[in-house]
């Protein structure tokens, strides 16, 4: 069998005197989407900054194609083809759409400098993708409906080929539209081969789209399922009790 | 078509058209309660090389406001660096060498860098607030030049050295004047030309032509008037024309390199995302404390520069040189448009903030107002002007 795309063992972070999250081992394997579940505070966002770089684990392992690796800072984890859409965006407010959709990985002409026309038309092409009527890509965000805002984070954790995908919350803000374009954009990538972790509230999303669910409470898993084989029910005893019914 | 799209359209900045239009009414008003002598060619020669010194530093300090921190040293290390200036040119290196002045500048201002990288670092990599370190800073380096020479003033300086301050001599005449304008003239066009050629080939609807027109219009008309002017303005018992004072022509370089280095590069990219979101700039892979180092460095070198341009102004160095002039930098860089909050500024805004303010000062001088009065009016000019632009970004917000 196949070493999993990335793999947590033993993860644990702390903030002062705080388990966020403790002992939680969780596989995710190419072509496989993972939704994580839990009440709120219950530590998803903070395992999946875990692994995209944002914060530094205290304790456990992360492994990539069976590899363990170090992952200190967002640069290290976009180095293995980890993007991460993050629940609070992550946007600098002041500048435009395509400035933040390659923020840190500025197309830049022969000399060296920035070419912004290059980054507005290639930003254009991925955001029009998810969302047909958006078309200014240089007014600062700040100027942006929620909405839009979001396609806009979502557009930047897709277009650089990523292996794995971390989508905490990506429809939270999005009309029924636009979340029915996020959701075949899911699947489209996990058919594509991707693993992709997906964190939510509803419910109804996770079963339609992922294959297995984590549930987290507390801070510590307290099951993973496959989709198939569990009642929302189930997870939801899961969700509110925290120990492992089913 | 509303007058707020037309200039969306046009891609003007309606910040810096308000204090263009400012600046056009504060000149027309200096000019009638001062009989014509505000606009004479000699008084507007003299306003630009008085604008220069706190220019060349406003530029940088929009890049230290803009990513949310705040130098408060900038003239005790223009004052520090002057000094040494003056001490290696006249004391360490042997008088009467070409090289002297060009490696005394170039060392000013590796030193200015260099302490700015210091603070800098005290503040990106140890987490001291800016301006608690550079508020240190603002007292280190005062006192530092007074060590330098235990109070003493000193000169001569070299006499090339002394044409950066713009003397009688400082300046590059008529002829140099109308090549360099002209030369900024084709520049400017041939900048826009590749603008269009670029949008157009990346599909974008280029600037509408009469926009495009008006703008090119409005920059040949500015350089040229500029040039005619600096040309008009007569050396003493002669009909020989000035032409551009070296400090200003320093002053327009530095402005250039600055906007580039905001506008075109990824660290000037990078420090207005930081301002923006520096939570954000870090998960995007931005290096924020290098960026930070970054930004103090530049600050502290053209802090150096300036003080150059203020120790051959005054023909010597003196340990009270730049007293003060923090408060006129970040003035200027406020009054420009750029927002205490960070992540909003412009390098064009804080000239014309600098060029408000010595307008205004000139003026008053021309007036006969006391200092006293000047610094009070001065003051409430700055409130007003922060006080006016965070009320219009209210209201347009707010529609
Ligand atoms: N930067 C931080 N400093 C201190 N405590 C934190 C920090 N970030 C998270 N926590 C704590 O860690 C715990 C887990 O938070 P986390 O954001 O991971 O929850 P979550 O499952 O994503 O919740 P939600 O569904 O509301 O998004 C919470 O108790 C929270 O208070
Ligand atoms: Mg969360």
């Known amino acids: 069998m196949t070493a999993p795309l990335v793999e947590?063992?033993?993860?644990e972070k702390r903030f002062g005197g705080v388990y966020a999250v403790?002992?939680?081992?969780?596989?995710?394997?190419?072509?496989?989407?993972?939704?994580?579940?839990?009440?709120?505070?219950?530590?998803?966002?903070?395992?999946?900054?875990?692994?995209?770089?944002?914060?530094?684990?205290?304790?456990?392992?992360?492994?990539i194609d069976g590899r363990p690796v170090s992952i200190q800072s967002p640069r290290d984890a976009r180095r293995h083809g980890i993007e991460t859409l993050y629940q609070t965006l992550a946007l600098a407010e002041n500048l435009g759409a395509a400035a933040n959709l390659f923020?840190?990985?500025?197309?830049?002409?022969?000399?060296?400098?920035?070419?912004?026309?290059?980054?507005?038309?290639?930003?254009?092409?991925?955001?029009?993708?998810?969302?047909?009527?958006?078309?200014?890509?240089?007014?600062?965000v700040q100027n942006l409906s929620g909405g839009q805002r979001q396609m806009v984070a979502i557009a930047r954790a897709i277009h650089f080929d990523a292996r794995?995908?971390?989508?905490?919350?990506?429809?939270?803000?999005?009309?029924?539209?636009?979340?029915?374009?996020?959701?075949?954009?899911?699947?489209?990538?996990?058919?594509?081969?991707?693993?992709?972790?997906?964190?939510?509230?509803?419910?109804?999303?996770?079963?339609?789209?992922?294959?297995?669910?984590?549930?987290?409470?507390?801070?510590?898993?307290?099951?993973?399922?496959?989709?198939?084989?569990?009642?929302?029910?189930?997870?939801?005893?899961?969700?509110?009790?925290?120990?492992?019914?089913? | 078509m509303s007058l707020a799209q037309r200039l969306r359209e046009a891609e003007l900045d309606p910040r810096l058209l308000g204090m263009g239009i400012a600046l056009v009414a504060i000149w027309t008003v200096l000019d009638a309660t001062t009989g014509g002598v505000f606009l004479s060619a000699r008084n507007l020669y003299n306003l630009a090389v008085q604008s220069s010194v706190v220019g060349i530093m406003a530029t940088g300090m929009v890049f230290v406001i803009v990513a949310r921190h705040i130098d408060l040293?900038?003239?005790?290390?223009?004052?520090?660096?002057?000094?040494?200036?003056?001490?290696?040119?006249?004391?360490?290196l042997p008088?009467?060498?070409?090289?002297?002045?060009?490696?005394?500048?170039?060392?000013?201002?590796?030193?200015?860098?260099?302490?700015?990288?210091?603070?800098?670092?005290?503040?990106?990599?140890?987490?001291?607030?800016?301006?608690?370190?550079?508020?240190?800073?603002?007292?280190?380096?005062?006192?530092?030049?007074?060590?330098?020479?235990?109070?003493?003033?000193?000169?001569?300086?070299?006499?090339?050295?002394?044409?950066?301050?713009?003397?009688?001599?400082?300046?590059?005449?008529?002829?140099?004047?109308?090549?360099?304008?002209?030369?900024a003239i084709l520049a400017t066009l041939a900048s826009r030309a590749l603008r269009r050629r670029s949008r157009r080939r990346h599909g974008f609807a280029p600037l509408p032509l009469w926009a495009e027109v008006g703008r090119c219009a409005v920059a040949v008309a500015i350089i040229a008037g500029f040039v005619m002017?600096?040309?008009?303005?007569?050396?003493?018992?002669?009909?020989?024309?000035?032409?551009?004072?070296?400090?200003?022509?320093?002053?327009?370089?530095?402005?250039?390199?600055?906007?580039?280095?905001s506008r075109t590069t990824r660290f000037g990219r990078y420090v207005f995302a930081m301002g923006g979101n520096p939570e954000a700039a870090a998960l995007s892979g931005v290096d924020v404390k290098r960026v930070t180092v970054g930004v103090f460095a530049w600050m502290g070198g053209l802090a150096a520069l300036a003080g150059a341009v203020t120790t051959a102004r005054l023909a010597a160095g003196t340990n009270s040189m730049g007293t003060l002039a923090e408060l006129s930098t970040i003035a200027a860089a406020v009054i420009g448009g750029t927002s205490l909050a960070g992540g909003v500024g412009s390098v064009p805004g804080a000239i014309l903030g600098a060029v408000i303010m010595q307008s205004l000062e000139n003026g008053m001088v021309l007036l006969g107002v006391s200092s006293a009065l000047r610094q009070v009016l001065i003051g409430a000019v700055l409130i007003g002007a922060v006080w006016l632009d965070s009320a219009m970004r209210r209201r347009r917000t707010s529609t």
């Open chain 1, 8 to 11: 947590l063992r033993g993860v």
């Open chain 1, 22 to 63: 403790t002992g939680v081992g969780l596989a995710l394997y190419a072509g496989e989407v993972v939704g994580v579940l839990g009440h709120n505070g219950a530590g998803k966002s903070t395992l999946m900054k875990v692994l995209s770089g944002a914060l530094p684990l205290d304790a456990g392992e992360i492994r």
């Open chain 1, 103 to 140: 923020l840190g990985r500025e197309i830049v002409t022969r000399l060296g400098t920035l070419d912004d026309h290059a980054m507005e038309r290639a930003a254009l092409e991925v955001i029009r993708r998810l969302s047909p009527h958006f078309d200014d890509v240089r007014t600062p």
């Open chain 1, 164 to 246: 794995v995908l971390i989508m905490d919350e990506p429809t939270a803000a999005l009309g029924p539209a636009e979340s029915g374009a996020v959701g075949a954009l899911i699947a489209r990538l996990k058919a594509e081969g991707l693993g992709i972790f997906l964190v939510s509230h509803d419910l109804h999303d996770v079963f339609e789209i992922s294959d297995r669910v984590a549930v987290l409470a507390n801070g510590r898993l307290v099951g993973v399922r496959n989709t198939s084989e569990v009642t929302r029910e189930q997870v939801l005893e899961m969700i509110i009790g925290g120990a492992d019914s089913a």
């Open chain 2, 73 to 92: 040293s900038v003239g005790s290390v223009l004052g520090f660096t002057g000094m040494a200036m003056a001490v290696m040119q006249t004391e360490w």
């Open chain 2, 95 to 183: 008088a009467d060498a070409g090289w002297n002045w060009p490696v005394s500048l170039a060392a000013g201002i590796a030193l200015g860098t260099a302490i700015g990288a210091w603070q800098g670092w005290w503040v990106a990599y140890r987490g001291v607030p800016a301006f608690v370190v550079t508020l240190a800073g603002l007292l280190m380096f005062r006192g530092g030049a007074y060590l330098l020479t235990d109070g003493r003033t000193v000169a001569p300086l070299h006499a090339t050295f002394q044409l950066i301050g713009g003397g009688l001599e400082g300046s590059i005449g008529t002829t140099w004047s109308f090549l360099l304008g002209g030369l």
């Open chain 2, 229 to 261: 002017v600096m040309n008009a303005y007569t050396r003493p018992r002669s009909e020989v024309g000035r032409g551009v004072p070296i400090p200003v022509l320093i002053l327009i370089a530095t402005a250039l390199a600055m906007t580039l280095l």
